[in-house]
């Protein structure tokens, strides 16, 4: 799969100061991908470097193949983005903010509706910005950057701000960009829940600016170690299986647990209970939250490359 | 070739088509229209001032009638070229546009091209109700002492006075919009401007004016008809330092604002 987003061994910050480490981004055509870590990671500073409105210290940033910053300013008409709080003219209306970014990316009239209705913004165009409340410049913000509906969007804390109204109308108008025009959005969040339910590859930063893992968000599951939970007829004779095939068993609940367990493991276990005679109602991994992950990530693994 | 001129086109419409956008309800369109009007009844005040009115020719009390107002223009002019630059750039520093800008697909030095000529365009609208208004008040000075100036209005040598100012204001325009756009607010860059031109009143005595038209605060004063005979400076050399030193020193700016990284 070709990535929109490369970047190779990318360090950098502002001044002297090192934020990003080393990292080197793929981010898939076609993909969602949840740019996660905590605040301060360089996730920020990882995007301005992406649209060139950042110079590296080391390494490249090669956008739809092409590298950056030699391909800018024109290979910005594929791209639209927010970065960090919207960018918006306080003392015009949200209709006039629009019409500037219209025209700017060189989009025919009309191009803007699809955007507005997508965000849910028509309401409140005729209103001056400086009056819009903090999820409504939000909005705009997010509308303005899908304009055009772009081959790549790239969205920095976009849930910032947002109410659940506004949570639901953004992961349904990326889930439709992406699937309708097959945008390549990166959307960088702390927001694990709500990165979740959209995003189809992961990309995870640690505070010192590392990138500790990317790749398809079921790698994550499978790379990182779980509990595999296990109910069979005969417990003890359960137990008694596997701790003889080497496994450390926790029987304390009602559920058997294999702690620090993988789907490779899963299909070993099941073999051997079925192999000695032994029922199995349930054997599954516990499904761990995106935000469970995370905090696994963060804590046990020190880098990982999963592509 | 001709793609890329259409491609130049293109962007420089857009261009033009948003700073016009901006512009709407906005502090510098309010600053162009509401600074010469207090100019304008200055003038009328300092015409109204004088002991006795002026003696000759219609066109040598035409003369001497607007020179105040001319002095006025090219004092007003450095300062309100100062507000229009940093308050146009403050419209993009106080919403932290830039980074927004750049991430639109045009050259960023076309940003800066941009406000420059909005700032000239700005400043010389202003120049543009200020001289109506000066001959207005010329106008009302002459009905009440019944010198008949009505019909021998000298707009030739009234226009030709203000291009010249506008000219002599590039070099000006170009400092001001590179101080405005590196530095985020208002007061720095203004103070900036009014130190500078303090600094110019004070040196225009020396040389017999010779330093007022090498000067940027000054060049628009040292673009106006001079009676002094000791005068070391041509008013034209003035104007043609003014103007070919703005598109130099404008195009080294955009250069310079162009490669810097924006941190806001």
Redesign the interface.
């Known amino acids: 799969m070709d990535s929109v987003i490369e970047t190779d061994r990318l360090s950098g910050g ?1 001044g002297k100061e090192l934020v990003l480490r080393e990292i080197s981004l793929r981010v898939p055509r076609a993909s969602i991908y949840g740019f996660l870590g905590p605040n301060g990671a360089g996730k920020t500073t990882a995007l ?1 470097m992406v ?5 590296p210290v080391q390494g490249a940033v090669r956008l739809f193949g092409e590298p950056i910053p030699a391909a800018l ?5 594929r ?1 639209g ?1 927010l ?3 919207p ?6 209306t949200g209709a ?1 903010n629009l ?3 219209r ?4 989009l025919k009239r009309g191009d803007a509706d699809r955007a507005v209705d997508a965000m849910g913004i028509g309401d409140y165009l005729q209103r001056r910005t400086g009056e819009y409340s903090r999820g409504m410049r939000q909005r705009l913000g997010v509308a ?1 950057a899908m304009l055009g509906s772009p081959e790549l969007l790239l969205l920095d804390e976009p849930m910032n701000g947002l109410d659940a109204g506004g949570l639901e109308r953004l992961r349904t108008a990326l889930q439709h960009l992406n699937r309708e025009y097959g945008t390549t959005i990166l959307l960088s969040s702390h927001q694990f829940e709500q990165v979740e339910q959209v995003a189809t590859h992961i990309g995870i930063m640690s505070s010192s600016g590392d990138l500790l893992f990317q790749g398809p968000r079921e790698l994550l599951s499978e790379r990182v170690p779980q509990a595999l939970l296990i109910k069979v007829d005969r417990r003890d004779d359960a137990v008694r299986v596997l701790e003889s095939a080497g496994f450390s068993v926790d029987s304390s609940k009602e559920y058997l647990a294999i702690h620090g367990a993988t789907s490779a493991m899963a299909s070993e276990v099941n073999q051997l209970l079925v192999s000695s005679g032994i029922g199995v109602y349930h054997l599954a991994l516990d499904s761990a939250s995106l935000e469970a992950l995370f905090v696994k990530v963060t804590t046990t693994i020190k880098a990982w490359d999963a592509l | 070739m001709g793609r890329s001129l259409t491609t130049m086109i ?1 962007i420089g419409w ?2 033009l ?2 700073e016009a ?2 512009l ?3 502090v510098p369109l309010l600053l162009a229209v509401l600074a010469p009007v207090l100019a304008i009844v200055l003038e009328l005040a300092v015409v109204f001032d004088r002991l006795s009115p002026p003696f000759g020719s219609a066109a040598a009390k035409w003369r001497v009638l607007l020179q105040s107002g001319w002095a006025w223009m090219a004092l007003c002019l450095p300062v309100l070229i100062a507000f229009e630059a940093a308050c146009l750039a403050n ?1 993009e520093h ?4 830039w ?10 030095w076309s940003f800066y091209a941009t406000k420059m000529l909005f700032c000239g365009l700005l400043a010389w609208i202003g120049l543009l109700i200020a001289v109506p208004g000066y001959i207005g008040d010329v106008l009302i000075y002459s009905a009440v002492h019944g010198l008949g100036l009505w019909s021998s209005i000298p707009w030739l040598e009234i226009l030709g006075t203000a291009g010249k100012a506008c000219l002599a204001s590039c070099l000006l325009i170009a400092i001001q919009t590179w101080i405005s756009a590196r530095v985020s607010g208002i007061a720095m860059p203004v103070g900036i401007a009014l130190a500078a031109l303090v600094v110019g009143l004070t040196l225009l005595p020396f040389a017999n004016g010779k330093i007022a038209a090498w000067y940027p605060s000054t060049l628009p004063l040292a673009a106006l008809p001079t009676n002094n005979p000791r005068a070391l400076y041509s008013p034209m050399s003035a104007v043609l330092f003014g103007f070919f030193g703005g598109i130099l020193v404008g195009a080294f700016a955009c250069w310079d604002l162009a490669r810097r ?3 806001n």
């Open positions: 502002y301005r649209l060139g409105l950042l110079q300013p024109a290979i910005l008409r791209a983005s970065i960090e709080q960018s918006l003219y306080d003392h015009l006039e019409e500037i970014a025209r700017l990316k060189f303005i | 293109t857009a261009l088509g948003t956008i901006k709407r309800r906005s419209l106080a919403g932290k546009q980074k927004q800008l750049f991430a639109f697909p045009i050259p960023r990284p924006q941190s």
